[in-house]
Structures are given as structure tokens and as C-alpha cells.
T-cell receptor, first 115, second 116 residues
């Protein structure tokens, strides 16, 4: 079945530094990838949608300069949290969608802690 | 606009009891998909089921069953003979063609605790 690999699973960084999270579709081509953010005991909130080779579409309220998304190939999308602050601490999870099969495959998530 | 409502925030049941998780959705589209996902404490999302809007047949998969009723815009999920391993947060989600990107809209989730 479709597999999405997300790395790292956990990361602790210092305030002011940047962190990159990778999301790879291992056995299919994902023309569209989604990035979600989940605060403790809350639902998943869509941050942005990225299509291969084009700029990401950000949801209202999500700072595009802070959360840089790159979808350079059909199998890789990255989310970079720039100048991270403690309030950016959260669980980030990506999802990839296959066009030929209307399904969504999720990565295992990244727990980011900014200290 | 799309909306998914999971009115039950937390449910606790004793092992072997049956439990139903409710999901009510709103969409203007006639073509849409409904999903259920399980999120165990480790955090990953486990796909359980996908249903398209034209298929109202109920589905059973082992101890899991789903009741899709378009008349009430509901897509409820029942676990029969619950087990401790069923303890998790369960999300209902909707995807339609309204936004063009076919995003998934999640409900707020129901935290299920199965007590041994």
C-alpha cells in the first residue's frame, strides 16, 4: 500500500533556529501534499497545500514566511519552520494524495519542541 | 462551507462493550468523501475507511462498522466488543470538490478510552 515517510519524528530546537521536516511518498507519486498542525488534544488544522513545482497555498492565518513549504519533486515536500519560537511547538503531520486513487496517506508526524 | 461535527469529546467504555462514535457533516457538494481515522497515542493517523457520497451501504470490517445516512448527514462508527487497544482519538473527515484541492476537513475528534 501507499506509504508516506516523515522525518524527523521528534525534534527539539532552540528558539530562533530553523527546523526542516521532510515528507516523502515512498511508492507513489504525490502531485499534492498537505501539511497539518495539531495542538495537544485538538484536531488537525490544515496549514497549506503544496503542488509539485508550484507555490504552496496557505490557509488563512498561516504565515508563509515562517512556514516555508517546498514541493520540488513528485515524492518530496518539505516544511521549514523558520526562526522557531516556543509557540510553534506542536505536532506537524503531512499527507500525500494520489491522483489515480482518491485517497490520502499520512506521514507519522513530527513532534516539534522549541525551547 | 464544509464542516464536520463530532459532538462527543470523550467516551469511556468498559472492555467488551459496544460503542458508537457520532459524526455529522455539512457540505454543499453532491460528490464528496467521508473518512474515519484512528490516532493512537503515538500520533500517527491510521486510515479506517473511506466512503463516497453515492454509496450509502453500511460497511462492516471485523469489529468495526459504519452507518452512512445522507438523510441526516451522518457517518457514525461503531466498535463492537471494544478492546483496550481501541483506546485512541478517532477523527471523522470530509473531502469535497469545493476548494478544488480536495482538502480533508477534520472533526474535532472523539477520545475513546476502553477500560479493562
Amino acid at each position: 500500500g501507499a506509504v508516506v515517510s516523515q522525518h524527523p519524528s521528534r525534534v527539539i530546537c532552540k528558539s530562533g533556529t530553523s527546523v526542516k521536516i521532510e515528507c516523502r511518498s515512498l511508492d507513489f507519486q504525490a502531485t499534492t501534499m498537505f501539511w497539518y498542525r495539531q495542538f495537544p488534544k485538538q484536531s488537525l488544522m490544515l496549514m497549506a497545500t503544496s503542488n509539485e513545482g508550484s507555490k504552496a497555498t496557505y490557509e488563512q492565518g498561516v504565515e508563509k514566511d515562517k512556514f516555508l513549504i517546498n514541493h520540488a519533486s513528485l515524492t518530496l515536500s518539505t516544511l521549514t519552520v523558520t526562526s522557531a519560537h516556543p509557540e510553534d511547538s506542536s505536532f506537524y503531520i503531512c499527507s500525500a494524495r494520489q491522483d489515480e486513487y482518491y485517497g490520502y496517506t499520512f506521514g507519522s508526524g513530527t513532534r516539534l519542541t522549541v525551547v | 462551507a464544509q464542516k464536520v461535527t463530532q459532538a462527543q469529546t470523550e467516551i469511556s467504555v468498559v472492555e467488551k462493550e459496544d460503542v458508537t462514535l457520532d459524526c455529522v457533516y455539512e457540505t454543499r457538494d453532491t460528490t464528496y468523501y467521508l473518512f474515519w481515522y484512528k490516532q493512537p497515542p503515538s500520533g500517527e493517523l491510521v486510515f479506517l475507511i473511506r466512503r463516497n457520497s453515492f454509496d450509502e451501504q453500511n460497511e462492516i470490517s471485523g469489529r468495526y462498522s459504519w452507518n452512512f445516512q445522507k438523510s441526516t448527514s451522518s457517518f457514525n462508527f461503531t466498535i463492537t466488543a471494544s478492546q483496550v487497544v481501541d483506546s485512541a482519538v478517532y477523527f471523522c473527515a470530509l473531502s469535497d470538490f469545493g476548494t478544488g484541492a480536495n482538502n480533508l476537513f477534520f472533526g474535532t475528534g472523539t477520545r475513546l478510552t476502553v477500560i479493562p
